[in-house]
């Protein structure tokens, strides 16, 4: 009896160390990402590369500033398709929580969420890039705006619903219509983490590469232009990647170690912020 | 008018339980109502554009694929060739790599993250559990193009030097490990997509055991279980939880393009040999879809987005069913 109670403390033993060991092989590939792309990338960030423009090919030196503006420009039109729909549904949501056509929507939202980046750039390539006849910043910021549509959908719905019910009852008890109380009693509530969530959204979107590789094209020189191709931290980063020079294969590590660091300064925050509640 | 307020209060319309002596107020609560019923309609009309856009797309991707649906029929997924020069298009390459890396994968990737899951649930003290998950969950964090440079400068490297001379040395035998090392590869973009997936299939997994009552746990101690014991009880229960996230998983996993196309090799081609460089269907689009000069190139090329689209929504779909229908066993309210 005693050795069958041994071999279970053992068994119990082992199952623990497989369980803790699966976590470390999580982390390990985390850190060696991490320190890669630190240690290959650092030597090549300076002033200049955020504020000059790329070489010609072969040509030490150089920077990225036209796709640093690139990806902004398209995140802020990512944002204006995006966030309205995706702020406004998220209320809907929060606001009917049990109807029928609330859950489907809630559903889709999630299914939507699971659609590959690369169908949404095949989609705003259909519907822009063609009846356009060209490549543009309209089309990669149309694109990105479809995969920040769910992501805000949810955390509105979910910053919606952590203000407390109190708030709600005490609003419509005072005689606030209903309409007023969430636009003026819970929206501004739950704004710190909405906008969080906002802010995840667009860090999801501007890590994306495969939507803009056939809509916003990318672009080696200074534009501005909606109506015409734009370069964006992403692309520039696969070209380069590319490439047999061994500067631009360091630019790309550099650009990826910046993309990283406001990718994961945001997702940290959200976390920070949302934690609190 | 007591019973009618009883009755409004029934159905939780607390705004509408306003006395109805208050006749002085009658005019402002019309128009309180029309401003709910705008507001209303208002939200739920960008809830219906989700609706739209999801239909919209399908219908676009159809659309623009008649070219190539006509020619080729369902021929298109059983073909194996994929010609632009003779214009003789066929998907089943592009069908196998993406299955057969994404099912790699996940094989890999299902036991560390249940693993990991229950490392979380049952092992770990409170103030350690947070920090640990959130490490794990920055994973799907970093961008597709990041694991991407990482998987062609670092891993496929490493692969090529280290890991594919000794599995081909001492595995050699086994069908999967057959070939010359190249290092770009089905296992490199299968390795890659293992870490691309843990996080969403452990943070599922792990929702799903917290949703499981304690009762259970301390009723397994109660009976003089060990700890493991009580966690394949908890696992039991846990069971299609964990199928759900399953396929969310190996949706993620098919759909996932730039750090697959840098790493698989670009070849389409069937071995089942880890070693061979492959081909997916996200990757072909990525990379030829600017190159495609005609008409019937390019609508091969959304044809293949089409069947994309298809197989995530059905997974997806799937993988949501699976998951709610579990945590509304165990939550209370739980929604869809």
């Known amino acids: 009896m005693t050795g069958y109670y041994r071999w279970r403390k053992i068994k119990n033993g082992i199952m623990f160390s497989l369980c803790l060991l699966s976590v470390l092989a999580a982390l390990v590939p985390l850190f060696i990402i991490l320190f890669y792309t630190i240690s290959q990338g650092i030597s090549s960030i300076n002033w200049d590369f955020f504020t000059k423009m790329p070489k010609p090919a072969g040509e030490a030196g150089g920077g990225m500033a036209n796709a640093l503006v690139g990806s902004a420009i398209l995140l802020g039109l990512g944002s204006v398709v995006g966030l309205p729909v995706g702020i406004l549904s998220g209320i809907y949501l929060s606001e009917n929580k049990k109807s029928l056509f609330a859950g489907s929507v809630r559903f889709l939202a999630e299914v939507l969420n699971g659609i590959p980046s690369i169908v949404v750039g095949v989609f705003a390539y259909i519907v822009i890039v063609i009846p356009m006849h060209r490549f543009s910043a309209l089309a990669g910021g149309f694109a990105l705006g479809i995969l920040m549509m769910p992501v805000v959908t949810r955390t509105t719905e979910e910053m919606m619903n952590l203000v407390p019910n109190s708030y709600r009852e005490a609003a419509l008890g005072l005689g606030i219509s209903r309409w007023k109380t969430t636009l003026f009693i819970i929206l501004p509530t739950a704004l710190k ?56 294969i360091r630019q790309a590590w550099a650009a990826a170690l910046v993309l990283i660091l406001i990718i994961l300064f945001i997702n940290v925050t959200f976390r920070l912020v949302t934690r609190k509640r | 008018m007591p019973n009618e307020q009883n009755s409004n209060q029934q159905q939780g319309n607390i705004d509408d339980s306003v006395s109805a002596a208050d006749t002085v107020l009658l005019k402002s609560k019309i128009g309180r109502n029309l401003g709910d019923f705008v507001f209303n309609n208002i939200t739920r009309l960008f809830a219906f554009l989700l609706f739209v856009l999801v239909v919209l797309m399908g219908y676009m991707m159809y659309r623009q694929s008649i070219p190539a649906i006509e020619k080729f029929g369902w021929k298109f997924i059983i073909n194996t060739d994929w010609d632009p020069v003779l214009e003789n298009f066929g998907a089943l390459p ?48 970093i961008p597709s193009i990041v694991y991407g440079l990482f998987g062609m400068f670092v891993m496929a490297p490493w692969l090529r030097q280290v890991v594919e001379p000794v599995l081909g040395d001492h595995l050699g035998f086994i069908f999967l490990f057959q070939g010359p090392p190249y290092g770009l590869g089905m296992l490199a973009a299968a390795l890659i997509l293992t870490v691309m997936i843990l996080p969403i299939i452990t943070s599922i997994s792990r929702d799903v055991l917290k ?32 199928l759900g996230a399953t396929l969310l998983g190996l949706g993620r996993a098919i759909g996932e393009t730039m750090a697959v196309t840098m790493v698989i090799g670009n070849n389409p081609q069937i071995s089942a040999s880890l070693f061979e460089p492959g081909y997916t269907m996200a990757s072909v689009i990525a990379n030829e879809f600017t190159e495609a000069t005609s008409n019937l190139y390019l609508s091969s090329l959304i044809e293949i987005a089409l069947l994309l689209f298809i197989l995530t929504i059905v997974l997806n779909s799937l993988a949501r069913l699976v998951v709610w229908s579990v945590t509304k066993k165990y939550v209370k309210g739980a929604t869809l």
């Open chain 2, 94 to 141: 592009f069908i196998f790599g993406t299955i057969y890396s994404s099912i790699i994968a996940l094989i890999i990737a299902l036991p560390l993250s249940v693993g990991i899951a229950v490392f979380l649930t049952e092992f770990t003290p409170k103030w350690l559990e947070g920090p640990l998950s959130m490490l794990v969950e920055l994973l799907a964090a």
């Open chain 2, 211 to 242: 949703s499981i009552p304690n009762s259970q746990r301390e009723a397994s101690y109660a009976l003089g279980a060990t700890k493991w014991e009580t966690i394949k009880i908890i696992l039991e229960g846990g069971k299609s939880g964990i």
């Open chain 1, 193 to 248: 983490g909405i906008i969080t969530g906002v802010l995840l959204s667009i860090a999801r979107a501007a890590g994306e590469t495969a939507p803009l590789l056939f809509t916003a094209l990318g672009n080696r020189f200074w534009s501005t232009q909606l109506d015409q191709p734009i370069a964006s931290l992403t692309v520039f980063i696969y070209d380069y990647s590319k490439s047999p020079f061994d500067d631009w």
